[in-house]
T-cell receptor
Framework: KAGVTQTPRYLIKTRGQQVTLSCSPI?????VSWYQQTPGQGLQFLFE???????NKGNFPGRFSGRQFSNSRSEMNVSTLELGDSALYLC????????????FGPGTRLTVL | QQQVKQSPQSLIVQKGGISIINCAYE??????FPWYQQFPGKGPALLIA?????SEKKEGRFTISFNKSAKQFSLHIMDSQPGDSATYFC??????????????FGQGTILTVHP
């Protein structure tokens, strides 16, 4: 079974631009969570989606948003990029019935110049 | 507010030795405690996990010890191998109704195993 896939793997943007990252969960998984990983702050929860609904949101500004489609694929968007948004953005998927077990993708490395 | 504190930040052990990483938590509502292993350029991979109803769980060379009263848990890697060199994260999940899949992570431990 294929794992969680994320595209693109690397991205370079400039301040003020916006970016959209994509995540395809493991087949059959209906829950998708997003995390931001930085050297200073570690892994921080952004939000979680299930059945196209946001179920939980972390402590991030409104510039960070996301959505989930009917096929469980998810996208996250960051508008008005800031230098501090440079990070590895990780997507994780889980089954509804085994929501504790989350499987992570390889991440998208975003660099903001 | 850092709810899961992990130590040490880095750890160097010799091949065949025991690696021990510790985590402490504050939120008594946490009811699921996984450990993740991350190699450079990869996403975190689930290694082993435990719930508060048991004090120890072992899978191969990896063991989690859990102390509910002290609100602490630790990862022991027996017979450490150079291939175990990676960053290890402890995490915790709240059983509360609105937390769903949110994992709270420790800051990570960079483990280096010398041959």
């Amino acid at each position: 079974k294929a794992g969680v896939t994320q595209t693109p793997r690397y991205l370079i943007k400039t301040r003020g631009q916006q970016v959209t990252l994509s995540c395809s969960p493991i087949s059959g998984h209906r829950s998708v969570s997003w995390y931001q990983q930085t050297p200073g702050q570690g892994l921080q929860f952004l939000f979680e989606y299930f059945s196209e609904t946001q179920r939980n949101k972390g402590n991030f500004p409104g510039r960070f948003s996301g959505r989930q489609f009917s096929n469980s694929r998810s996208e996250m968007n960051v508008s008005t990029l800031e230098l501090g948004d440079s990070a590895l953005y990780l997507c994780a998927s889980s089954l509804l019935s085994q929501a504790d077990t989350q499987y992570f993708g390889p991440g998208t490395r975003l660099t903001v110049l | 507010q850092q709810q899961v504190k992990q130590s040490p930040q880095s750890l160097i052990v010799q091949k065949g030795g025991i690696s021990i990483i510790n985590c402490a938590y504050e939120n008594t509502a946490f009811d699921y405690f996984p450990w993740y292993q991350q190699f450079p350029g990869k996403g975190p991979a689930l290694l082993i996990a435990i719930r508060p109803d048991v004090s120890e769980k072992k899978e191969g060379r990896f063991t989690i010890s859990f102390n509910k009263s002290a609100k602490q848990f630790s990862l022991h890697i027996m017979d450490s191998q150079p291939g175990d060199s990676a960053t290890y994260f402890c995490a915790a999940k709240d059983a509360g109704g609105t937390s769903y899949g949110k994992l709270t992570f420790g800051q990570g431990t960079i483990l280096t195993v010398h041959p």
